[in-house]
Each structure stands twice: as C-alpha cells, then as structure tokens.
C-alpha cells in the first residue's frame, strides 16, 4: 500500500484535488490511501469548504490553519516538515504554484520524502510573479513531473529535467517527467453534468438565455495596484455599455478588499445600469455554468483561461504574458494586459470572428487516472 499525502491549501489546488482523490476512490483504493492536509491559505466557506464538499473531496485529515500568520510559508514549511516527520508518508503531492505548494515541496525535501508536483514544468517566464519562483523551486525538487502540455515538458527539459530513461524509478536524483493531459480538463468534464443551469443560480437567473461576459481579476500584480484595477472594471462597465450585455465578476475576496472608495463608487454606477454584476465567490459547479453560458471570459486567472478554453470559450486574458501559450497561438484567447482600450479592443476583436479552433490540447479527460498509475510504478514498495 502507497501512503499518499496530498498539500492543498488554495482554491485551485482544492478544485484539483478533486479529480486524483476521485481517482484513488473509484481505482486505486486497494493499492493507495490517501491523506489530505491542508494549510489553511484558503480557509473559509467560499474559497474552501464548499469545494470540499460540492465535489466530494475527503475532509482533510490534517487543518493546519495557517492563514493569519506573519510570515506564512516559513509556518507552513516547519509545520508540514513536522507532519511529516511523525507521519513518514511515501510520498508528497503538491499542485500549481501556490505558497502550499512552495512549502509542500520544501517540507518534503526536508524529510527526504519523494515529491510529485502535478502542473509541473508552466512558465510564465515573468520573474515579478511569486508563482513563478514557486513553480520553478518545486519543478526542481521534484521526483514526478507531471507536465500538462507539451510546452511544459519543453521548459523542463530547457532546464535540464529531461526526465530519466524508460523504466526507471523516480527519485529526487533521478527526476521522471510524465506529458498527462490535464486534470482540470478532467473535473470539467465530469462536474459539468452535476451543475445546475443559469435559471437557478443566484443573481443571474434573468440572464438565461441572453448574452453576458463572465470575468475574474485576483492577480496580486493586478489586484494589489489600484490604477490596474480601476482600468480593468473600467474596461468591464464600458464592454457591458456598449454589448448590451453585463460583465458578471465572482469577486475574490483580496480583489474586493483592495477596491478603494472612489473605484467602488464607479462600479456602483455601472452596477445600477447593469453593465456589472458582482457577485460573491462562487462554488466551482456555478462557476462552469457561468463558464459555458457566458459569450466570452476576461481574466487573469490560469484556471479560468483554460476553463474557458474547455467550453469553447473566446478569452481575453487581463496579463501581459501567460503559462498557456497554447490558447493564445491557437487564436482562442487574446493578452490585453490591464489597459481599458487593449481589454476592450481584444473583446471586440473575439467577438466579430466567428470561427475558432477548440483543439484537443488537454488530453483526454483521464489524466488523474494516469498519474495515480504512474505513481503506483514509481512509489510502490519493493
Ligand atoms: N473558481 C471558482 N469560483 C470562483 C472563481 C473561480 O470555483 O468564483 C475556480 C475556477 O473555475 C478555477 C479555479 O477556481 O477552477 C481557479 O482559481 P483561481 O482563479 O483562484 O487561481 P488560478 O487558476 O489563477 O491559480
């Protein structure tokens, strides 16, 4: 038997973690238990729990609850190094680029535990962003690469983990890079029969059947600089005006804590006429309704630009640069950055053509099956 320990902390790595634990249940239950921690970067009901159990992911068996601290990764780090230490799992999962994830993969190193990163090998190549440091510090101490596109191996290999030969056993000194498909192509495929249609969602039901924009801003880059921020729910009050048609905005809670007083007044006004609608977080189950009804996605989310992709979505991506280059050279989604004319000029420019190519970039729906398999050859006892 495989004991697995899965770090989670943030919503997407929740959200991911739906489709291996899901895996494990219904496959591997016989040769794999799993256990989940989490460290509590993400802890109330809207960014945490109701993911828990909309999507049936086990409680977590360790909370450490870490959000409030100072210095938070250092917490996390001599936390989970503790767990750990007492727990000897075979093996440490860790998803995407968060501070769990950074303090997951330190955490492990620092017990001698064998790390598989799930996302690995994503670039951004833009250095300002903390997610790239953390991507990067946890590809290299990884034994298990399991890179979503075949961009990410690519960048792997460009930075020397190529991967080792056919058969062998991963180990830290002996990185194995795995091309998976991706295991939020997975969720969205089987969560989309679970989720309710428009007319029952809160605050939108009057939409079914009409044109609206779906969008999200959380970006510490975007959400932390208020002359960003302001362009951006500019750019939303003057698309909704001139399509006739509301720009939804689930608000992140550091987003809406970083709106100051004037701009919330703005919004307000495009609020009465309809131009926005803001809404609390929102479950992942609403979250693909709203994906697969709305005409066209603004972010600068990694997880909602795919997402968008997924449903055959346009997407106007609120970055300069992004980790899936693919969407982009694939014409499916445009980098405006943060200026209220480019946001604008990119939506236009989706909206008039009329033909996209929603190509199978993502695998097939299965990957979370494939890394428990995977797992299974390297981490099994001998
Ligand atoms: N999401 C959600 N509710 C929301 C906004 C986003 O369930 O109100 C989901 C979204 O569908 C995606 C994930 O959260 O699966 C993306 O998380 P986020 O944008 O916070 O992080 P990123 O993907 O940029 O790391």
């Given amino acids: 038997m495989i004991r697995l320990f899965t770090v989670t902390g943030a919503r997407p790595q929740i959200i991911k973690a739906a489709a291996i634990s899901r895996a494990i249940r219904s496959r591997f239950s016989d040769v794999m238990t799993e256990t989940i921690i989490?460290?509590?970067?993400?802890?109330?009901?809207?960014?945490?729990?109701?993911?828990?159990?909309?999507?049936?992911?086990?409680?977590?068996?360790?909370?450490?609850?870490?959000?409030?601290?100072?210095?938070?990764?250092?917490?996390?780090?001599?936390?989970?190094?503790?767990?750990?230490?007492?727990?000897?799992?075979?093996?440490?999962?860790?998803?995407?680029?968060?501070?769990?994830?950074?303090a997951g993969a330190f955490a492990a190193n620092n017990c001698g535990i064998p790390l598989v990163h799930v996302e690995a090998g994503l670039r951004s190549f833009n250095t300002d962003m903390p997610e790239e440091f953390n991507r990067i510090a946890t590809d290299h101490s990884s034994s298990l690469l399991f890179a979503p596109t075949d961009t990410a191996v690519a960048n792997l290999e460009k930075e020397g983990i190529a991967g080792a030969r056919e058969g062998e056993r991963a180990g830290v000194n002996n990185p194995v890079v795995c091309r998976c498909g991706d295991i939020m192509y997975d969720n969205s495929l089987h969560f989309a029969s679970l989720a309710r249609p428009l007319s029952q969602l809160p605050g939108m039901s009057d939409l079914a059947g009409k044109p609206f924009f779906l969008a999200t801003v959380h970006r510490n880059f975007n959400a932390d600089d208020e002359t960003r921020l302001s362009s951006v729910f500019r750019a939303f009050a003057r698309l909704g005006e001139e399509q006739h048609a509301p720009v939804v905005v689930p608000l992140h809670p550091r987003t809406r804590k970083n709106i100051s007083a004037p701009l919330r007044d703005e919004i307000e006004?495009?609020?009465?006429?309809?131009?926005?609608?803001?809404?609390?977080?929102?479950?992942?189950?609403d979250m693909i309704t709203l994906e697969k009804n709305a005409r066209l996605?603004?972010?600068?989310?990694?997880?909602?630009?795919?997402?968008?992709?997924?449903?055959?979505?346009?997407?106007?991506?609120?970055r300069e640069e992004t980790e899936w280059v693919e969407i982009v050279r694939q014409g499916c989604a445009l980098l405006s950055g943060t200026g209220t004319e480019n946001i604008l000029r990119a939506a236009r420019e989706l909206l008039e053509r009329d033909e996209f190519r929603f190509a199978g970039l993502f695998g097939d729906g299965r990957a979370a099956e494939f890394i428990c398999e995977k797992m299974i050859f390297h981490f099994s006892p001998q």
């Fill in 38 to 102: 989490h460290t509590g970067q993400h802890y109330d009901e809207e960014m945490s729990g109701i993911f828990f159990s909309e999507l049936g992911i086990p409680e977590p068996v360790h909370n450490l609850r870490i959000s409030e601290e100072n210095d938070p990764v250092r917490t996390m780090i001599r936390r989970l190094s503790e767990l750990f230490r007492q727990e000897k799992p075979d093996v440490a999962l860790v998803y995407g680029d968060t501070n769990s994830t950074l």
């Fill in 297 to 318: 996605v603004l972010t600068d989310s990694g997880g909602v630009q795919k997402e968008a992709y997924f449903f055959r979505k346009p997407c106007v991506v609120l």
């Fill in 269 to 285: 006004q495009a609020r009465r006429k309809d131009f926005v609608r803001i809404l609390p977080p929102v479950g992942f189950l």
